[in-house]
């Protein structure tokens, strides 16, 4: 009976090693999947990009809607600007120094529940639609939902001439957006952007146009870069529907440890989904959903 006792209990032992091994075999399998072609941009990397891209393209159109208006403002505190996300802020023009201030206070609630705080300043060299004119953006404690953002912006008008739809070339150094868990994303970027203006402003389009590069690290400090394969469409009559600010139209591929990935805006609606295609496998992502 004890040589049979052993006996099973050896039998039992081998099968239940055999089934840890087959446990272990598709463990590995499934470990494999996690990192083939469909993950190969992980949840940090979309947040730099989704989140960071639409923080910077927004503050691009608030100070270019900003701008417009000080240009007419002979100095001082200018009392309105026809943008919802500027209502509660104060924004000054020292016409002498070349400075605009645009300063949210403590908390400024904008369209969609979105909350800024802090300052951004603009500082100008000419008019913004002559061909060579220049300006920088910085930031004092300036976060968007908490998240807070910092870098040096410039843009510099590279337009053809005065007739032309106004063409910018803008760069990003040291940009960097803190979440409030202290984790952060850093950007850099260069890129043209033109602005095709229409006799309505709502209908006016901005496009990041090809070859356009942004490239940073993501939330777990994995470096990434990207590339415009197609031109980016920003619309402007899509702005108050969205709660983030993300191209419409256009591709980009985003590479990171040398694996790429290729993100698909659409066909122009205005809505926040994106197609994201690594390999063979293809993922849609709802980008809003992301914040």
């Known amino acids: 009976m004890k040589k049979a006792d052993i006996k099973n209990r050896i039998k039992i032992k081998f099968i239940l ?4 091994a087959i446990m272990v075999f598709f463990t590995g399998c499934n470990n494999d999947q996690v990192e083939s072609p469909a993950s190969e941009v992980d949840e940090e990397t979309l947040d730099a990009e989704s989140i960071v891209q639409a923080d910077f393209e927004d503050i691009d159109d608030i100070t270019s809607i900003v ?3 000080a240009e007419s403002n002979s100095g001082g505190r200018i009392a309105s600007i026809d943008d919802d996300r500027c209502q509660c802020a104060v924004i000054t023009h020292d016409t002498e120094n070349h400075t605009i201030t645009i300063d949210f206070g403590d908390g400024c609630v904008g369209p969609n529940g979105v909350v800024r705080s802090g300052i951004i300043f603009i500082t100008y060299d000419g008019r913004r639609f002559v061909p060579g004119s220049t300006w920088t953006i910085t930031f004092r404690n300036f976060y968007v939902n908490r998240r807070q953002i910092e870098g040096l912006r410039t843009v510099t008008n590279i ?3 005065l007739e032309a739809n106004p063409t910018f070339h803008i760069t990003l150094e040291d940009g960097k957006i803190t979440w409030p868990d202290e984790t952060f ?4 970027v260069d890129k043209i952007r033109v602005w095709v203006r229409s006799s309505n402003p709502l209908l006016d389009e901005f496009h990041i146009l090809t070859g356009s590069t942004t490239s940073g690290m993501n939330r777990r400090s994995i470096a990434y870069k990207t590339e415009v394969l197609s031109d980016l469409i920003y619309k402007r009559n899509c ?6 600010r993300i191209p419409v139209q256009g591709i ?8 790429t990935c290729v993100i698909d805006f659409g066909n122009g609606e205005c809505d926040t989904i994106v197609e994201i295609t690594c390999g063979d496998v293809v993922r849609t992502l709802n980008w809003e959903e992301r914040l």
């Open 17 to 20: 090693g055999l089934a840890v």
């Open 67 to 69: 701008m417009e208006i």
């Open 159 to 161: 337009s053809e001439s």
């Open 185 to 188: 994303a850093t950007r850099e």
């Open 239 to 244: 702005r108050n529907d969205l709660r983030i």
């Open 252 to 259: 980009k591929e985003i590479i990171k440890r040398e694996k």
